[in-house]
Nanobody
Framework: QVQLVESGGGLVQPGGSLRLSCAAS????????MGWYRQAPGKQRELVAR???????NYADSVEGRCTISRDNAKNTVYLQMNSLKPEDTAVYYC?????????????WGQGTQVTVSS
């Protein structure tokens, strides 16, 4: 069992920046691909960015160039640096961890952190 705890959300003005953090419990963090998802009111949860165990990343088109996902395996933490924030970035942001062991997918989610972009 892995527990994921997000932090760093809040209220920010358009054009501002935030850095989200997600701390994982246990000692298997390095084996997990990590991702950030978001869900706005009335919309489906969508991928924002993900990073695999080797450090390769990919991003949603809507945040490409504005967001950077990174991981610090020594701290069991994944980050999402968000710049040039827009009102449409307002959502609850969730951290996720994914791993396949013996053909069985293990997926864990954090509780979410609210990001509100508004003047």
């Amino acid at each position: 069992q892995v527990q994921l705890v997000e932090s760093g959300g809040g209220l920010v003005q358009p054009g501002g920046s935030l850095r989200l953090s997600c701390a994982a419990s246990g000692n298997t963090f390095t084996f997990y691909a990590m991702g950030w998802y978001r869900q706005a009111p009335g919309k489906q949860r969508e991928l924002v960015a993900r990073i695999n165990t080797g450090g390769s990343t990919n991003y949603a088109d809507s945040v490409e160039g504005r967001c950077t996902i990174s991981r610090d395996n020594a701290k069991n933490t994944v980050y999402l640096q968000m710049n040039s924030l827009k009102p449409e970035d307002t959502a609850v942001y969730y951290c996720s961890g994914h791993r396949v062991v013996a053909g069985v997918a293990l997926d864990y989610w954090g509780q979410g952190t609210q990001v509100t972009v508004s003047s």
